[in-house]
């Protein structure tokens, strides 16, 4: 039995000094370069049109991913219109989104307005846009049991009205801006 212990511990003596060389181990693993990311800012390509322009300030703000959980895109639709009333070179801008649903109506109502709240002074740093408005919606189910996508919410700015957007109350929306519509699903 002696020997049996005895030949035991050679052998877990052996295989210690087969992966240990001078108390390190032989076998080590090389460690991983990290990666190192360019903390410079990305300046903005001045040969994008508008409409790559706004794409790129509304996922700055509300995440670079094109799609949402659901698998629909943020993005329903950019439309650019000539301001007339601000001149040349001015235009206005609307774009339908995709909104996210939460479990609460009020959280997902709050939700939309933050987004609103990033957007806008992301879009008011282009000169050309003089005006724009955020059109919201979200899937609603009518009488009839069918999921339609609706427009929830709508809030229209010019670019000329001097909000603080760092101070910025979003329970404000409806009175500082241009326009305002929320629809009756989002005042449960």
């Known amino acids: 039995m002696k020997k049996i212990i005895m030949a035991g511990l050679a052998l877990f003596l052996l295989a210690g000094c ?7 181990p032989v076998e080590t693993e090389e460690p991983k370069e990290e990666k190192q990311e360019d903390v410079q800012k990305e300046e903005p390509k001045p040969n994008l049109s508008l409409e790559e322009k706004v794409t790129a300030a509304i996922h700055s703000t ?5 799609e949402k ?4 895109k943020r993005i329903i639709s950019i439309n650019t219109v000539e301001d007339a009333v601000a001149g040349e070179g001015k235009k206005i801008v609307n774009i339908d989104l995709n909104a ?8 997902t109502r709050d939700e939309m307005l933050l ?6 002074p992301t879009l008011f740093k282009e000169d050309e ?20 996508d609706v427009k929830v919410l709508q809030l229209r700015i010019r670019s000329n009205n001097n909000i603080n957007w760092d101070n910025f109350d979003i329970y404000k929306f409806e009175e500082v801006a241009d326009q305002y519509y929320e629809h009756d699903a989002l005042k449960e």
């Open 100 to 107: 996210d649903q939460h479990s609460r109506v009020p959280r």
């Open 129 to 148: 846009i003089s005006e724009a408005a955020l059109i919201w919606h979200l899937p609603l189910v009518d009488n009839a049991s069918n999921e339609e």
């Open 18 to 24: 087969q992966r240990y060389s001078g108390g390190e």
């Open 115 to 120: 987004a609103s709240k990033d957007i806008f």
């Open 69 to 72: 959980s659901d698998g629909k």
């Open 62 to 66: 509300t995440g670079k991913e094109a």
